[in-house]
Structure formats: C-alpha cells, structure tokens
C-alpha cells in the first residue's frame, strides 16, 4: 500500500478533469478552423477559458493558454530588467536580469508553503501554481500585471498551463507562428488538456470554498505536532508564517533530506526533498538558504504535503515510520 504525500508536485487527476478530456478527445475540429467542426472545438475552447478566468478572478480575454507555468513565465523575456525574489521558481529565476523593473515572484512558496505579501507597485508577476484553489486568490485585486499557473497542480492533466495579461498589457509573443491566443501563444491548442484544466480548475475553487482545505490544515497541523513533539532538533521551514494549509517543509539539520526520501519511499510513503523541479541534484535548498538557514540544514528538509484526499490514518502512519528513522538517525549521530 502506498501513500502519496507530494501533492506540491503534482496533484492526482480529479475525475472532472478526466471526463472532460474524454470529451475534448472526441471533438475532431481545430479551434481556428471555419466549419461547423471547428466552431465546435472554439466553442468549447472559449467555455474553458471563461471557466479558467472565473476560477482565477479574471476576464477570460486576459487568458492565454500555454503549455504550463513554465512556458508561461517566459512572457518575462521581453522585459530589459527583471527583478526576482530569491525564494521563487527556477523558471522565474531564469529571467532574472537585475532589479527596478519587473517584479517576480511566488504567490505561495512551493518548498515551504510561506505566502509572500504582494507589493503595492507596478510590473509585478505572480507565480501562483500552488496557491490556487488552496487559499483565496482574485487576478482582479492582486494588482497584478500576470500571473502563471499550471493544471497539474490543481488535479488537471500536465503539460498545460496558462499565462494572465491584465487587459491593456502588451507582450510579445511568446512562440511566434499561426497568431492563436490572439497572438500571444502560437500552435495548435490542446484542447483536450484545457478541457481537463478547466474543470480541474473549477472543482478545486469548489473545493475551496466549501472549505476542504481547512480540513487538510487540521491533518497538517496534527503531523506537525506529533513530529516537533517527538523530534528533538526538527523544525518546521516557515511554521512562524502564514502557509499554504498543506504544506511542512521538515528540517533535521545533518540527516540528508535525499536520504529521507529514500528511506520514506522504501516505507512506501512519497514524500520529497523540494521543488520537483530542482529535486534529485544534490545541493542545499535555495530557498532555505535564502530563508537564513546555514548549508547543513538547508540540505536536510523534506517537504510534505498534503491532499484533499489524504486521511488522518495516513498523516499518522508517516508520522510513526518517520519518527522511528529519525530516532535511528539521532542514534548513529550520537
């Protein structure tokens, strides 16, 4: 029996979204064609935007479709000076090119589930793959310029995402080609991916709001006191900050967070050493690092986090197999 506690990584494709996608497979027309086929397919291409732009507080005209957040931040190549939070993305931090022009930066931090505060200015970036359909966000209020997001977080398929241009913003394209996003994204939508994003999308506001998320919290605040009771030396990366409810970022400065995967994986429980991105290169994390945290602490954390699925009895059997290969690990460090 397995337990799967890395939902920062990706979240298990909800059933909305499969049936979705079952659905856009069987539309044959492509959305730029002229005939009754292809009106069809742009029909239900538009429906998914207005369905993406609700989700996210939105107009759906400010919608682009991309192949994920990734793509999606390369919307700041275009800009001559980008500032980048030190705790954001590597896709972020790829754009960087200096500071005083535009801001990027995580809305909810995947490593530790810290929230940033967003700043009153203009040009600012949101990354917000992990906070929606977590914690209440609006594209309309955040005085955001763009934001990025990515279905797989949310339980749609992976390798599709979207980019949000306030309305009046400018861009340069960012594959040029056929001109479809209105420009801003050319190639062939994937229609059956943003039929299951869409309705991922949809279901985790629905999630949201009718407060699943509070029950995820009590089961990570439960986990986080179980293992800070027991746990002599672990502290919780962000535990004095407001944090997305799922996420614990444990840290057991000297005990390898790659080994504590491993460890956990062979105990049948997956669980992470960060960023799914960055994860498997052997090197501190980052954003500890840029946290204050020193390089021997920064290389032992581990992130958990957590599902709207995921039961108590789960939360607590991690809690018992970790504790006891922490207490091995205090033991041979003695």
């Not at 909810?108 to 209440?136: I, M």
């Not at 949201?208 to 986080?224: F, N, S, T, Y």
């Not at 960060?274 to 500890?288: E, N, P, Q």
Request: overall charge neutral; glycine content about 12%; some cysteine.
């Amino acid at each position: 029996m397995r337990t799967y506690l890395d939902w920062n990584a990706t979240a298990p494709l909800r059933a909305e979204a499969r049936a979705a996608m079952a659905e856009g497979f069987d539309l044959v027309g492509n959305p730029s064609s002229v005939h009754a086929e292809g009106r069809a397919a742009k029909m239900a291409l538009e429906r998914a935007r207005e369905a993406v732009a609700l989700a996210v507080g939105s107009r759906a005209a400010e919608v682009v479709f991309t192949s994920g957040a990734t793509e999606a931040a390369g919307v700041l190549a275009g800009f001559a000076d980008v500032e980048v939070d030190p705790t954001a993305h590597d896709c972020l931090l790829a754009h960087a090119k200096g500071k005083g022009g535009l801001l990027a930066l995580g809305l909810a931090n995947s490593e530790t589930g810290v929230l940033s505060d967003v700043p009153e200015r203009a040009g600012v970036l949101l990354d917000v793959v992990q906070a929606v359909g977590r914690v209440a966000f609006a594209f309309g209020w955040s005085g955001a310029d763009f934001a990025i997001l990515s279905a797989h977080k949310l339980g749609g398929p992976k390798g599709v995402g979207a980019l949000i241009v306030r309305d009046g913003v400018d861009i340069a394209s960012l594959r040029p080609g056929g001109g479809q996003e209105k420009g801003r994204r050319s190639g062939t939508e994937n229609l059956a991916g943003i039929l299951g994003f869409a309705a991922a999308v949809g279901a985790a506001q629905r999630d949201l709001e009718a407060g699943v998320w509070e029950r995820v919290r009590d089961l990570r605040d439960r986990l986080e006191a179980r293992i800070l009771d027991a746990a002599p030396g672990t502290v919780i990366a962000g535990g004095d900050r407001p944090r997305l409810p799922n996420t614990s970022c444990l840290v057991t400065p000297g005990w390898k967070g790659e080994t504590q995967v491993m460890q956990m994986d062979l105990a049948g429980f997956a669980v992470s050493a960060g960023s799914a991105c960055s994860s498997g290169k052997v090197r501190a994390s980052r954003v500890l690092s840029a946290m204050g945290f020193d390089d021997l602490a920064a290389g032992s954390a581990i992130r958990v986090s957590l599902g709207p699925t995921t039961t108590m009895d789960e939360v607590m059997c991690f809690a018992d197999q970790w504790l006891a290969q922490q207490a091995r690990f205090r033991a041979r460090a003695a």
